[in-house]
């Protein structure tokens, strides 16, 4: 999506580039802001660039990967995760205050916002649409073994599952344990391997055949 306002976005249709209802909204709608002065194109431009390059689950991705490779860092990960995370660069609003809780044989972790949708923007970006709709509120904290068999994870009977509620003050970020069989692999390529939903514990980790080359 260009941001030439100048050129009200001739540069999509230049190429043939055949553009949604929602996108032809969503331009109509920016058009007319830009031309009241309610927003500056420049700061706009700023804000879409941050979340589509800088802010994102592939932050979060590199702390855990990170935290699989450097024991030191996990320590330090679980024990001030605002600090550790801060080190690697990504802070901001909506991570000012972040928890890592680390997944184990026994133990699987899950993060749900019950209130509303508290989720830690600068590891994991925009919260997805189901996050922060009622049904998964609510579920996650009466049913979470069924919430996860919905996201086709089933785990075995005996494994203890903890929800955690983020709040306006904690946000959480889980740990999931590193796949097997990635002995010697790179903080880099065991990145790849961390998704989204890993790191809220609806899902888990990608395993190597999924991304060996």
């Known amino acids: 999506m260009t941001h030439d306002h100048s050129h009200h976005h001739d540069h999509d249709h230049e190429h043939g580039t055949v553009l949604s209802d929602v996108e032809l909204r969503v331009r109509a709608l ?33 702390v855990v990967a990170k935290a ?11 024990k001030d995760a605002t600090a550790a995370i801060a080190s690697l660069g990504y802070t901001g609003r909506q991570g000012e205050h972040m928890v890592a809780v680390a997944n184990t044989p026994e133990t699987h972790n899950m993060v749900v916002c019950t209130l509303c949708s508290c989720y830690p923007w600068p590891v994991l970006g925009l919260p997805p649409v189901w996050y922060k709709s009622a049904p998964y509120r609510s579920r996650a904290v009466m049913d979470p073994r069924g919430v996860l068999k919905d996201f086709g994870v089933t785990l075995p009977p005996e494994k203890q599952i903890k ?11 889980v740990l999931p344990e590193r796949p097997a069989g990635t002995e010697g692999w790179s903080e880099e390529k065991l990145a790849t391997l961390v998704t989204r939903d890993s790191m809220i514990g609806t899902g888990l980790p990608k395993q190597p055949a999924e991304v060996a080359a």
Do not use: M
């Open 163 to 173: 929800v955690w509620d983020s709040t306006a003050e904690i946000r959480y970020l």
């Open 68 to 78: 699989w490779s450097d024991p030191a860092y996990r320590d330090w990960l679980l």
């Open 30 to 62: 920016e058009t007319v802001l830009v031309q009241k002065g309610y927003v500056d194109p420049a700061a706009l431009d700023v804000l879409i660039e941050t979340y589509e390059t800088r802010v994102g689950p592939h932050n979060g991705a590199r």
